[in-house]
């Protein structure tokens, strides 16, 4: 089933197009990865999904992005609510400049959320879903920031749940880490599609293939071929996308 549909997406900075026509639709609970060279318009398709582009000037979109049924350009659309649905992870780890404790409810606290069981079992349980409890639960109250650098992008990802959205949102979440971290997060993403749908923005392709189910490739703003991750990499339609992933530009 799908839980997101973008029909006919056009993005403009001004009077330069970031994205051309863009069409697709992606499935709930899998990983769905965008590739592409850098300036193809991946990041900014990624954030067309909870209106992250509003805070850019000038911006101007065309067309429609469907969440759960619902136009979320629409002018009557909740910001607030969309981003709890909708959440976002960078590149680069950003954990606030609190404790580990605090960085996880920091969330609910700011919508005023008063969880029944209390704010210690909501840090238990999100820090168990990103494997990070056993590792932490004696240094809660500790400054985030003397975390690695991989328990800083999964902290960023705890973060989230509280909220509990039903999507997530990833660019390039692996770049700043070592290719041990980076299997550590891939591990994750595969556990925690059981109970969300990821979006993924990833320069690596043999990430792509690993971790996705569906894979977008794009273009000069254009999504080129949208496909299952198998036959994408094995058997593309386009020869653009054929070229991209034989190593012949990008």
Request: charged content about 25%; proline content about 4%.
């Amino acid at each position: 089933m799908a839980i997101i549909e973008v029909n006919d997406l056009n993005l403009y900075y001004g009077n330069f197009q970031a994205l051309r026509g863009v069409n697709l639709s992606i499935e709930e609970k899998k990983i769905t990865a965008l590739i592409g060279p850098s300036g193809c318009g991946k990041s900014t398709l990624l954030r067309t999904f909870n209106r992250m582009n509003d805070l850019i000037e000038e911006v101007v979109i065309t067309g429609k992005v469907i969440i759960d049924e619902v136009d979320i350009y629409h002018p009557k659309t909740n910001l607030i609510k969309l981003r709890k649905k909708v959440g976002m992870v960078f590149q680069r780890p950003n954990p606030f400049p609190f404790s580990i404790f605090e960085n996880i409810v920091f969330g609910i606290r700011i919508h005023h959320v008063h969880p029944e069981d209390g704010f210690e079992h909501v840090v238990e349980t999100c820090l168990k879903e990103v494997l990070l409890w056993d590792e932490l639960k004696d240094k809660l109250h500790t400054s985030a920031l003397k975390l690695s650098l991989e328990q800083q992008q999964r902290l960023c990802i705890a973060r989230l749940l509280p909220l509990k959205p039903e999507i997530l949102l990833m660019d390039e979440p692996c770049s700043a880490l070592d290719p041990v971290s980076t299997q550590r997060i891939e591990e994750l993403m595969q556990g925690l599609k059981r109970d969300y749908t990821i979006v993924i923005v990833t320069h690596n392709m043999q990430q792509a293939a690993r971790i996705s189910e569906e894979t977008g490739f794009m273009l000069l703003g254009e999504l080129i071929e949208f496909r299952d991750t198998a036959t994408m990499f094995t058997r593309p339609k386009d020869k653009r996308t054929q070229d991209y992933i034989t190593g012949r530009f990008g």
